[in-house]
């Protein structure tokens, strides 16, 4: 039987973590990565993150709808209704800590991405933040 490993993370770090992953080129991870990322991994950081999500497909609709030619003010300017709905969701659920569980395996693969030079200190914004990341890896594997 197989058992789990609880990582406790800030919702925003399971974002920032989900979308690293998903934009890391596949050729960066093993074999036995990208089955862990696609079977468990993904799946377990996505339950958390729906709104940031939602968020940043909001963005993407609004910057695909202006086109080429809309100066950076006008980009602002469009922008800035979902900015402000990110810096409040942020503010309250963004520092909510989320229980991103995951098997032994899956847990071995994300703290082995982790530990790469294209892993954590790619996930964290800052000395801080980095900390933050493995101290939650290393409660984790206790």
Known sequence: MATEK???????????IH???KTTPSKDFSTGELKALITDIIPSLRTHIDEYVK???QAT???NNLGDKATPEEVVVAMEPINKEWREYGKVSGV?????????????????I????????????????YAELLNAFTEAAK
């Open 55 to 57: 968020l940043a497909d």
């Open 96 to 112: 909510e800590i989320v229980d991103v569980i995951l098997n032994d395996e899956a847990f071995k693969a994300l703290n082995s």
């Open 114 to 129: 982790f530990d790469k030079e294209t892993g954590g200190k790619e996930w964290a914004g800052n000395l801080d933040e």
């Open 61 to 63: 609709d609004v910057r």
């Open 6 to 16: 609880t990582l406790k993370l800030k919702r925003i770090f399971a974002y920032i």
């Open 19 to 21: 979308q690293r992953l």
